[in-house]
């Protein structure tokens, strides 16, 4: 064949860190998979696999994540390559690392192909990760809190319909801090990125908040103009 390479090379995968938000317990959760085959059979792992010759790495990312869990149809955003020499025993792997960001009751999962299982942990308790997939999801964590400072990306976790508690709740899981309540609300209200509903919860036990909605059209129009979203 022309233009072959004559070095040795290394193989390519992709995987995935997945967060999403558990409506009733308010807690971050990610979705990993029990992996079906060796090595570390019976293990919990980031979804994700080998990069085909005809495929881009994120069309790769995307249909192992389809493929091993069911979800679809996600945004991904690349996270960080990882290529420390041993990090795989079959062969010497580099991989490219995406996270995305979903609403988990919108995204039913089950195991498919090499996957026995697929389940959601909340991400302080996760049980003992395959390969060097640990790491992956601490650069993912410390990606997210920094970047959901910047970037209105905490939306995705959320309902489309929501309340100011529950999106307040959901950045101080995130950024692992309490924020009060009067600046958190005189801050997000001023951006004039929340569309107020004339709805309200249903059934709840305690009084019945008002409801909002993200408009990321006006948010998209606004970056173009320099808007700057900071929390």
């Keep these: 064949m022309p233009y072959t390479y004559e070095f040795p090379r290394p193989s390519l995968t992709v995987d995935c860190v997945v967060f999403g938000l558990d409506q009733q317990s308010m807690q971050l959760q990610l979705m990993l998979i029990e992996r079906k085959l060796t090595p570390f059979q019976g293990m919990w792992a980031l979804p994700g696999g080998f990069v085909r010759m005809e ?7 995307l249909r192992e994540l389809r493929e091993e869990t069911g979800i679809d149809k996600v945004y991904l955003e690349q996270l960080y390559t990882f290529g420390d020499v041993n990090r795989d025993p079959r062969d010497r792997v580099v ?6 960001l979903v609403n988990l009751w919108e995204h039913p999962i089950f195991a498919a192909t090499d996957a026995s299982d697929a389940a ?3 991400v302080n308790q ?4 395959a390969f060097d997939h640990e790491r992956l999801v601490q650069v993912a964590l410390t990606r997210l809190k920094g970047k959901v400072r910047y970037e209105p990306i905490g939306f995705e976790l959320l309902p489309k319909k929501f309340t100011l508690s529950q999106l307040q709740r959901l950045y101080e899981i995130v950024l692992g801090q309490e924020l009060d309540k009067r600046n958190f609300r005189k801050k997000i209200l001023k ?3 929340l569309v107020q509903l004339d709805e309200t919860q249903k059934e709840v036990s305690h009084r019945a908040a008002r409801l909002y909605q993200f408009d990321e059209d006006k948010y998209r129009q606004l970056k173009k103009n320099g808007f700057n979203f900071e929390l």
């Design 55 to 61: 495929e881009s790495l994120e069309e790769a990312a």
């Design 95 to 100: 991989t490219v690392a995406y996270y995305a």
């Design 126 to 129: 996760l049980p003992p990760l």
């Design 120 to 122: 959601w942990f909340t």
């Design 191 to 193: 951006m004039d990125l």
